[in-house]
């Protein structure tokens, strides 16, 4: 007997068609036939131990390769588990596209077992959103999940896949992907404004905000920055677009050891966004006074926002619009009017601790810099760490220290660097919080059942330690904060992997060296030196 195709076989053939190598997920009884048509495919199917974790690993996937990683979960709970890191997606502009099964049409129109609206659900969070209501809207309804998912400005997509439309057999064929739909180049008046408005400011700069690296402008940026000798800024989401080696660079809003980037940006009196979104850092802490002239470079027009009313816009391909600007500028029109602060900033953040030197994250992070090439990849958990990282890490390469800062969701470093580790070809190291470590943990096992190999270094405080801060600062005393912690040695050797907790300088360097370029799955425990000594309650 002949097997028939059905709509679940079409649709794994549409995701075949879009290159896709994995979906991370969890198994449900709705997405049955789904799970089975994906063991018969060239997609390997990877069950996460928690549907958040398949979300962030998908996330990551999208945001270092511009192909949209995908998710894919049951119906109610499992669907709901997926909303935080599709979301977090959906705010950091990563492709992603995100599959939830459905129970039968038949019983969707009345009160019945684990069904909810998704559709609904994911409708605020998503560029687009549909139920695959009949097995013939199978191929339109995947390619134009991927098209928008991946058209810039990217973001998340989700299809609700009900189990009795799955089921149905269906003689179709995938609609083949084709190349990303490209931006259309500047207008020669834009271009000519933007570079006048440069040419006449004394102390210009130049923003780079996540549509630089996204959108893999970044050769053309640093071509426009090597002509032109602008001073550069990037936002959190931007590190690497330029290398921090360059004297341009100043690395991000928030570096240096008195403020000198912030402060920086805050004496410029023309500043140049490229790539730049206002979630990924308020323009109202360096436009305080509307003062500053700006020239925005992206993909979709500015934000309304008071404190970011640009003088010129040009929605354009991002590097052709640096092409067109640089056209008309003069080699002599900029300067590195602030080169000095670069020199402070570098040897600030690259100088080694001392042996007596408390165990911080700052004073960590020039050890994991050195153990890690400039090609190598830094997932940074959120928290406290965070900020460090972003301040004080060093950057040389675009999409090598990936940062979630538009949702800034806890618990995606240890997933997001499984996806990373099966994504690129360089080593991965993920940075994490005691408090973000613990919320996907369990995805180490995951880990180690695809054979990964990367490190995961975690920074103990036995706190939400971002958050006591912000408490001591406004009150003078923090509540509601503090984390008892497992044998985070013990925990990991439980998995089978190897585990360190190194308590000298000289332990931590020779662990981070160990580990870093190492075959295996391993995890370092940092217990920081943390004096709060203010009430708590």
């Known amino acids: 007997m002949s097997i028939v195709p059905t709509a679940a076989d079409l649709l794994v053939a549409c995701l075949e068609a879009e290159g896709v190598e994995y979906v991370y997920g969890l ?6 036939d789904l799970l089975f048509s994906l063991r018969e495919s060239s997609i390997t199917f990877v069950p996460t131990r928690h549907e958040q974790g398949a979300a962030f690993m998908a996330d990551v996937h999208g945001r270092l390769t511009g192909e949209a990683g995908v998710c894919l979960s049951t119906l109610g709970p499992g669907a709901t588990n997926l909303v935080t890191g599709v979301a977090d997606a959906q705010l950091d502009k990563s492709p992603v596209v995100a599959i939830t ?16 609206d998704v559709v609904d659900i994911f409708e605020p969070i998503v560029e687009w959103n549909a139920q695959i209501a009949a097995p ?6 995947i390619r134009k999940a991927f098209k928008l998912a991946e058209y810039e400005k990217p973001g998340a997509t989700h299809l609700e896949f009900p189990e009795d439309v799955a089921g149905e057999p269906i003689d179709a064929s995938p609609i083949l992907a084709r190349k990303q739909v490209r931006r259309p180049d500047p207008d020669t008046e834009s271009a000519v404004r933007a570079a006048n408005v440069i040419e006449d400011a004394e102390r210009p700069i130049l923003l780079a905000g996540n549509g630089a690296v996204r959108t893999r402008a970044s050769d053309r940026l640093r071509a426009f920055v090597d002509r032109l000798s602008i001073p550069v800024v990037a936002t959190y989401m931007a590190k690497g677009a330029i290398s921090d080696r360059e004297p341009a660079s100043l690395l991000t809003l928030d570096s240096g050891p008195d403020d000198e980037a912030a402060s920086a940006i805050e004496l410029a009196d023309c ?57 008309h500028l003069s080699a002599t029109a900029c300067s590195l009017w602030c080169a000095d602060r670069h020199d402070r900033i570098l040897e600030d953040v690259t100088a080694p601790p001392d042996s007596t030197d408390p165990v911080t994250v700052t004073n960590a992070l020039p050890l994991l810099r050195e153990a890690l090439a400039d090609e190598d990849v830094l997932i940074s958990d959120v928290g406290h760490h965070k900020l460090e990282i972003a301040q004080n890490y060093p950057t040389y390469e675009p999409n090598t220290c990936v940062i979630s800062n538009g949702l800034a969701s806890m618990g995606i470093a240890v997933p997001g660097a499984l996806a990373a580790d099966l ?41 939400y330690g971002l958050i006591s801060t912000q408490q001591i600062d406004h009150r003078g005393e923090y509540t509601g904060t503090s984390l008892t912690n497992p044998d985070f040695v013990a925990f990991a050797e439980s998995f089978g992997i190897e585990a360190r907790r190194p308590e000298t300088w000289d332990e931590v360097e020779r662990a981070f060296a160990d580990a870093v370029p190492s075959d295996e799955l391993t995890l370092i425990e940092l217990r920081l030196d943390v004096s709060r000594s203010e009430l708590s309650g």
């Not at 940075?431 to 919320?439: A, E, I, N």
């Open 271 to 327: 500043v140049v966004t490229v790539g730049y979104d206002i979630a990924e850092h308020d323009p109202a802490a360096w436009n305080p006074n509307l003062e500053t002239e700006i020239v925005h470079v992206d993909h979709e027009p500015a934000e309304v926002y008071r404190h970011y009313n640009p003088d010129v816009e040009i929605v354009a391909d991002v590097g052709a619009s640096l092409e067109a600007i640089g056209d």
């Open 423 to 463: 994504a690129v070809d360089t080593n991965v190291v993920a940075g994490t919080g005691d408090g973000g470590f613990l919320m996907n943990a369990a995805e180490i096992e995951t880990a180690t059942r695809l054979g990964c190999e990367f490190t995961i270094v975690v920074f103990t405080d036995d706190d």
């Open 101 to 116: 099964g459905q129970g039968g049409r038949e019983r969707l129109h009345k009160e019945s077992h684990q069904a909810l």
């Open 136 to 141: 013939e809207v199978v191929p339109e309804s």
């Open 27 to 32: 198994p449900g009884e709705e997405i049955e």
